[in-house]
């Protein structure tokens, strides 16, 4: 009996599957060295929390609301997104990438029976699955360390929206540092531009300060880039605003994965065969 | 007498061969060369533009106003300019140099280990980052409403440097525990937390058990809040009395532990 195409695909889809799952257990599993390292980033969350808790206790004092935003509202706020910034690690991939193609190393990607983009988004699930429970534990933890009156979503279609939203985020966020990654085949050295590339993330995606204190002219500005989706609107989402834009943000950022993927294709094609791996 | 004079000629001696050799380093890795100026000035900005959107909502923070905010930020600025300039590079690479054995080669040489350390490795590409500085601090003080005097900006100075020798005392401190211990990653770790919480946040902002961490034990929250308190006045003698004995204390605790440490240090073969 010859299997039909579609058991065909599906099969063939289902090794593939697995092989990277296998990928992804291998990165869970390496975590477990780094012990120390899970306990002291967890612990170092605190940092993020601690800076709004004391900056905007002293801008609340005497005050009811800033912007759309109740103290308590605003350190959920910050609760959900320095959780979704601390799971988001995808920022080690273009240092990988950019330091194997200048030593010559980076053929090891090459050679393994795995696609090197695919490789790389398998890594980043198994450190993030790892990671994840461990963020939550923390999260949970400052929201009882600092009395924090946690304001969380009302309707579970919205909370399932940030959910996917958060994901399509982490996905780009690992498409974009691949990508980056990358154009040390043509740039040599970018080690520079991704240092201030991950300043400038900090403030556009929310992470300093919410984007909805920002002029409305800038916040227009920013429903159009991708990292808008990232963190800051899962938090507004997990933290009951922004209801109405979470439809359209799935579909945004969505949008965006596509466009980044083609130029990641086109730019593979075009500056692969000028690796010659050994080393700028 | 004559042997301070000496003594202060050869260091003059051995920092100019020092910086002629920084300079060699440096023309080898060009693009390296302004990469400190334009990742930390990007910093800095990026945190003009998150304050000045947050004073586009209120009006103070605490006491201080906008005007208070942008000489912070440019006075840390300056600080960590100061720091990326002339020290920085060299004193973090300590942890690695104990750790390979290589301070034997320091050791054995007829200079001090840690002046040799601290002035290896000048960052002439982080230059523009203190004019840059400067040129923030000069916005934050037209953006005052009191009046600037000369007496305010001598007083200033005067706090900028003695805050800049806690922040070169302190990294050096932090890197010191190399010489008592194989691994002190997670104190690098602390450091660059504390830095990244109080170049973010004024001082004026910590109460009860805070205040006692960022003004105590991790001194950060008083380096650019006591600059910017006495150029806006708002300094007391007592405020002026602790922070000349925090100054005090960590260069005590400084020179103790790099000596001691000195002593524990048994090469790379221990």
Redesign the interface.
């Given at each position: 009996m010859r299997a039909q195409p579609a058991q065909k695909i599906w099969r063939v889809s289902m090794r593939k599957a697995k092989k990277y799952w296998e990928i992804t257990k291998t990165y869970m599993k390496t975590q477990l060295v780094w012990r120390?390292d899970v306990i002291?980033n967890m612990i170092?969350t605190i940092?993020r929390i601690?800076?709004a808790y004391?900056?905007w206790?002293?801008?609340f004092q005497g005050?009811e609301m800033?912007?759309a935003f109740t103290f308590h509202g605003m350190l959920s706020y910050y609760i959900v997104s320095s959780f979704l910034s601390q799971l988001e690690m995808s920022g080690g991939i273009s240092s990988e990438i950019h330091d194997r193609i200048r030593n010559g190393t980076f053929s090891k990607y090459m050679v393994i029976p795995a696609g090197i983009e695919l490789y790389f988004m398998a890594m980043e699930l198994g450190v993030v699955l790892f990671y994840l429970a461990f963020d939550l534990i923390a999260a949970v933890v400052w929201i009882f360390i600092f009395r924090i009156q946690f304001v969380f979503a009302a309707e579970w279609s919205v909370v399932v929206c940030a959910v996917v939203m958060a994901v399509l985020g982490m996905v780009f966020m690992v498409q974009l540092n691949y990508y980056l990654g990358l154009l040390t085949l043509k740039y040599?050295?970018i080690?520079?531009f991704l240092?201030?590339k991950n300043?400038?993330v900090?403030?556009i995606a929310g992470s300093?300060?919410p984007l909805a204190?920002?002029?409305e002219t800038v916040i227009r500005i920013m429903r159009l880039l991708p990292f808008y989706y990232v963190t800051y609107l899962p938090s507004m989402l997990l933290t009951g605003m922004c209801r109405d834009e979470a439809l359209r943000g799935i579909a945004v950022i969505g949008c965006w994965c596509v466009i980044i993927q083609l130029v990641i294709w086109i730019t593979q094609k075009k500056y692969f065969r000028t690796y010659d791996g050994v080393g700028i | 007498m004559k042997q301070i004079k000496h003594n202060i000629t050869k260091n003059w001696r051995v920092l100019r061969e020092l910086f002629y050799l920084r300079f060699h380093g440096l023309a080898v890795f060009r693009l390296d060369f302004f990469a400190p100026f334009f990742v930390d000035g990007s910093l800095f900005l990026i945190q003009l533009l998150a304050f000045g959107v947050v004073y586009s909502n209120v009006e103070t923070i605490g006491s201080w106003g906008r005007g208070e905010m942008i000489l912070y930020i440019g006075t840390f600025s300056l600080l960590n300019a100061v720091n990326m300039t002339i020290y920085f590079f060299g004193v973090i690479r300590i942890p690695h140099k104990i750790r390979s054995g290589e301070l034997d080669l320091y050791l054995s040489k007829p200079v001090s280990p840690l002046f040799r350390l601290t002035f290896e490795n000048i960052s002439p590409g982080s230059i523009p980052l203190i004019l840059m500085s400067v040129c923030i601090i000069a916005y934050g003080a037209s953006e005052l409403e009191s009046e600037l005097t000369f007496a305010r900006l001598a007083a200033c100075l005067f706090w900028i440097a003695l805050m800049e020798i806690l922040y070169y005392e302190m990294e050096v401190m932090i890197r010191s525990i190399s010489l008592y211990t194989v691994s002190m990653a997670r104190m690098e770790q602390l450091e660059e937390a504390g830095i990244d919480l109080c170049m973010k946040l004024p001082g004026i902002a910590f109460y009860g058990v805070y205040k006692v961490i960022f003004y105590l034990l991790l001194p950060y929250g008083i380096m650019a809040t006591l600059p910017v308190q006495s150029m806006i006045g708002e300094m007391t003698p007592q405020t002026a009395a602790y922070g000349i004995g925090v100054v005090s204390l960590f260069s005590a605790i400084t020179c103790a532990m790099w000596k001691c440490g000195l002593k524990h240090y048994n090469s790379a073969s221990s």
């Open positions: 120390a002291f170092f940092t601690l800076f004391l900056l206790g002293i801008i005050k800033v912007g040599q050295g080690g520079t240092m201030i300043n400038l900090s403030l300093i300060v204190l920002f002029p | -």
